[in-house]
């Protein structure tokens, strides 16, 4: 099995976004995926799904591993961008970022 270079998760619950919009918003990453030839090679992008990412307010949320960037609210627009950027073209979509994992964290001795 090939490994993957990124794994990103969605929030499709209603918690963080009352309409669930984040299912309408894990369809259309399958697509752009696609589109963008990052579901095989060196590339390859792992998605899911989960119905909580423990937000719950100003969803629907995206997480991005191995940089553990935290996006919100995520629209079909942005979705695009974050594909597009950070997901191919390895560029965080910094304006979009509400937490990255340990900022503020001070290592352990």
């Not at 929030?11 to 589109?35: M, N």
């Not at 090679?41 to 119905?51: H, I």
């Amino acid at each position: 099995m090939e490994p993957y270079r990124r794994h990103i998760v969605i929030c499709t619950g209603g918690y963080c976004a009352p309409d669930r919009t984040g299912r309408a918003l894990y369809a259309q990453l399958a697509r752009l995926l696609q589109r963008e030839d990052l579901l095989f090679g060196p590339q390859r992008v792992k998605r899911s799904e989960t119905p909580c990412l423990g937000v719950c307010a100003g969803g629907p949320v995206a997480v991005v591993y191995p940089e553990g960037v935290w996006y919100a609210p995520v629209t079909p627009a942005l979705l695009e961008r974050i594909v597009v950027e950070h997901l191919r073209d390895g560029r965080v979509v910094t304006e979009a970022v509400f937490h990255r994992l340990g900022d503020g964290v001070t290592p352990a001795p």
